[in-house]
DNA sequence: CTGAAAGCGCTTACAG
DNA sequence: CTGAAAGCGCTTACAG
């Protein structure tokens, strides 16, 4: 591999000023300028980023810590975040979390020891209590690590939209099936879906809503949905709004294997809007976070001069209606 | 943070006895190591590797390289990889190429200017001609990049077994709906059903069998799946497979739209049982990739005396046989 | 068995 | 405007 050394040999000057071109330092000469270029091609000259760190203690990396990849909607926040990075020429480290809080905190530190420009962690959902401390910013996206400054979708506003959707579709008896209480984002969307509809319902008009905890995962959605359809028609509830896709995508098998047809008989609502939601049977409705967004957000901040400082950021969501939900007959 | 100067002067010897002991050298004396060890956790020292690395030009990193991490099947493997290069003290850099050779030769660059280990290349759809040359190790696993060491399922003998499956179930009318035959996973996965199909419906027994080439996405598999079920029922496939579960769930779709049941009056079958092929109706027969022991593989190949040495591996499949599938009537 | 010293490839005050 | 030189924190022959 071709070195400043060599470069500058190569252009007759001094490393010095190979440095400084290399770095867009204007006050090097044309001339000079050109040269170094020039011996830069032609050497196909990469410079070491190892000893560029060495120097000035950071590194074009951005580290990235998620629960568990093969989660779509990590994956997708992941996809973003790279695709963001790329574009200001940073790397990105990923590792899993596997939600542990041990696991995450040593992962952490590893991905510390690369000096990267700065971290994005989406916390493990048990609150992951030692916390690092360390000169390189941290963030926390999706779902809050330690207090570390939060970007997030505005997971209440996004539940709230459910709730209007429902209610103004005539729904009247709703179950929801939260995720952990244990995790600001259960708490958070359970709460916007709950003062939504009752601030909606009010009165005569009140809704019965029933709410049950659950784990995010499909598994957990299908067996609560099970229990909550498993009584008479009439008591049964017309609507299921749930605190993940996942959930909702569980519950739809569970209609499915007690006969009740969605949405004719039960609308079900979802939250996330993964690629899976349109590839369901019937199309899900879902609540769509701008993972994009929260994406480029969280990576300029990172780079930018004071990442930490401000508040936490809540990016708007919006609801995709689809087929199943429905109208109350 | 703390240097080995640091922990050199707290235990009262040079750095280099600090750097032994580090790297685990027993020729220092016990007595000085227990010093060294006590002073090291005292002051919370870590190296930092980017000194390390430009002494030693290498660095416990990984680089992956996937077409899409927002694709399930390389979520997974980029989860197992992750898991495998954490358990050998390795963290993995992660880029995507966008299935853009273009792209993915600049993310290879990008990533070798990090000094990684190797690099773990899940090849672009389209041949990516202009190759880097380089000391760091790479090979591809599932799809080939370039001329490097291949790891990959058996895509031919697991789409033999679908093809076993299929025949064994008395299906003689079948459509195929292949990957795009510009890969060579749709390749190898085509060749291997029609070769297994042709082996063992011979003679009088002879099946009808009709490919279709497509995407390995939901939507061509929706798409060409219409099209072939479009026709009169006598005519009809009875039994489809799908070069992969999205294409397969697609086809579930189109079934579901044209009023088709499945599996009594049409059998559908995927690869690469995704986390989603349990989740739909009906449960999908697919072919299932040991991803964690591709992973294990990959890893530890790269991190070997010889990772480029000897000849591609072909990890074996299973079929997961499931409720899309069920014998003729 | 331990330490002193060179050197990995950069960047950055500083001198000229 | 350019160059010489120090130094970032390690590892590794080498000397003792």
Redesign the pocket.
Known sequence: ?????DVAREA?????????V??KDL???K???DRVTKAVEQLG????M???A????KLNILGLVVPDISNPFFAQLAKDIEAEAAKQSHTVMLANSDDDPVVELRQIETLLDQSPRGLIVVGAADQSVPQVTTGVPIISLDRRYGDCRLIAADHGAGSGLVAEHLAGLGHRRIAYISGPQSTEVGRLRKLGFCTQLRKICTGSDAAVLICVEGQFDYDSGEHIAHQLLAVAPDERPTAIAAASDQQAIGALRAARDLGISVPSELSIAGFDNIALAELVEPRLTSVSQRTDEMARLAVRLLLSEHPQATQDTFVETSLCARDSTCKIR
């Open positions: 591999m071709a070195t400043v050394k007759g000057v001094s490393v010095g000023t190979v440095s400084k290399l770095s006050t090097v000469k001339a000079l300028r000259y990469r410079p070491n190892s000893a560029r060495l120097r000035t203690n």
